[in-house]
């Protein structure tokens, strides 16, 4: 069995991407090929020789490849990297590849993906695990409630069915239809193009914080999701976790000293086993976060609750004041 990954990357993320990989190679030796593609925005020599050292170590082939190579141009205006786009365009790697796993730089695998990568999306284009996501960005691009947000963090894409139905360049007319600034970005994107050829995973491929600290009923309080993964499924995905994504809420990352996810180790395992810099950075939790997760572990739940409605809507209002503001230029 061969698997292809694909990872996008700069230098500011480097080194959390080589810990993934790093992780990816240690936890399925039993895979015959793992070929792992690396989008590049501009790495350095030492940084690419950083990576070529951890695929001869587990005789695995790494490949870059230029990210203005494979870039389609389109209106961005944010500041949000030019890598995290180079998902929507990873047909453009290769015309021989049909099926990629995507992964973000800020996962670490503790399992074998064997499973994943088995999955059957011949008639989707792509596989991935729900996000628990404020409900007022659902419905800015146009989803109904009924809909199950992706998170694009962990992505099993079918590029033989991006390329017959021409997805790249619909992707860029979102874009362009949204002016630059797509709620949630390339994952907004995603889920506006492909919302009718989604499957959904099992919450064990892309463990998000949310899914280590709360329960179905309270996460779909919180994001008004009539759809959700249940209990059973979230208590499934932390017993046998297969990918764990480090996003910032809740704990911090796993490279800021202060960071207090359960699941910290698995990467400072990792980072130690790299070339890359071991030194943890300083910088904690936005105060609001810190409040939030103090209101949820010190009161009871419709506490919390109460907090999450009161700054959705004055996120919601600022949101759309940004709306009304590009609008009228």
């Known amino acids: ?7 996008s990357t700069d230098e500011n ?13 240690d936890n399925n030796k039993n895979v015959d090929e793992i070929d792992v593609y690396i989008i590049s925005n501009d790495l350095s020599k030492e940084t ?18 230029e990210i203005d190579n494979i870039y389609e141009e389109f209106t961005k205006n944010n500041d949000f990297p030019k890598s ?43 596989a991935g695990v729900q996000d628990p996501i404020q409900r007022f960005n659902v419905e800015l691009v146009g989803l109904s409630k009924e809909y199950r947000y992706i998170n694009s963090g962990v992505l099993l894409i079918n590029l033989k069915k991006w390329r017959e139905d021409n997805l790249k360049n619909k ?4 874009m362009e239809r949204f002016n630059g ?46 759809n959700f993964y249940t209990d059973e499924e979230i208590l499934e995905a932390n017993k046998n976790k297969v990918i764990i994504h480090y996003i910032t809420k809740w704990y911090n990352r796993p490279w800021y000293g202060s960071c207090t996810h359960p699941y910290k180790n698995f990467y400072i395992e990792y980072l130690s086993k790299t070339n890359f810099n071991k030194d943890l950075l300083s910088g904690k939790l936005k105060s609001r976060i810190i409040f939030q997760k103090y209101l949820f572990e010190n009161f009871p739940f419709f506490v919390y609750l109460a907090f999450e409605r009161l700054f959705d ?17």
Request: charged share 30%; with cysteine; proline share 2%.
């Open 84 to 126: 995290a786009y180079a998902r929507l365009f990873t047909e453009n790697i290769s015309d021989k590849i049909d099926k990629i796993l995507y992964l973000d730089c800020d996962t670490v695998i503790v399992n074998d993906i064997s499973g994943l990568w088995n999955t059957d999306i011949d008639e989707y284009y792509f």
């Open 1 to 7: 069995m061969k698997i292809n990954v694909v990872y």
């Open 48 to 65: 690419k020789e950083n990576f070529f050292m951890i695929s001869k170590e587990f005789n695995r082939k790494i490949f870059f490849v």
């Open 313 to 329: 809507f004055r996120r919601k209002i600022i949101v759309m004041l940004n709306i009304k503001k590009e609008k009228s230029k």
């Open 181 to 226: 600034k797509v709620p949630h970005h390339d994952q907004g994107v995603l889920n506006i193009v492909c919302k009718d050829r989604i499957k959904y995973l099992s919450p064990k491929y892309n463990l998000m914080p949310e899914l280590i600290c709360m329960n179905s009923k309270q996460l779909k309080r919180i994001y008004k999701m009539k």
């Open 171 to 174: 992707f860029v007319e979102c």
């Open 13 to 25: 993320y480097a080194r959390h991407c080589g810990v993934s990989i790093y992780s990816l190679f």
